[in-house]
């Protein structure tokens, strides 16, 4: 029976195959705690509820709805790149789009996951 292919590693940028199963190397291997923590846990606190209502007073409109010429009202606050943790990167408003929760749910499903396991050469 032929065996599963090995996939790249969960961490942003990591090029070392993992065998199946495992979501890390060696060497991000404790990432796997951050995966199972709580949102508050992750950063999303009372602080970030109010810097994320200040930006969307800001920033009203979906960015990717507005590319298509669509006006439609931002709800969510999307990091551009996944923090994975990094609170430098949580915290740097150059990484915060507005985006209306379709919008959100597409990009997280499609573009992040390419990033997290998609393969890089």
């Given at each position: 029976m032929p065996q599963r292919p090995s996939t790249p590693c969960k961490h942003n940028r990591c090029p070392?195959?993992?065998?199946?199963?495992?979501?890390?190397?060696e060497e991000h291997r404790p990432l796997v705690q951050l995966d199972t923590r709580s949102t508050k846990e992750k950063g999303y606190t009372s602080q970030w509820r109010t810097a994320r209502l200040r930006f969307l007073k800001v920033n009203p409109l979906c960015r990717h709805c507005q590319e298509q010429r669509k006006l439609v009202k931002?709800?969510?606050?999307?990091?551009?790149?996944?923090?994975?943790?990094?609170?430098?990167?949580?915290?740097?408003?150059?990484?915060?789009?507005?985006?209306?929760?379709?919008?959100?749910?597409?990009?997280?499903?499609?573009?992040?996951?390419?990033?997290?396991?998609g393969y890089r050469f």
């Open positions: 070392k195959l993992v065998s199946y199963g495992n979501k890390y190397c931002a709800t969510v606050v999307d990091h551009i790149v996944p923090h994975r943790g990094d609170q430098d990167l949580f915290w740097d408003q150059s990484n915060w789009q507005p985006l209306c929760k379709s919008c959100h749910d597409r990009k997280t499903q499609t573009v992040d996951r390419d990033i997290e396991y």
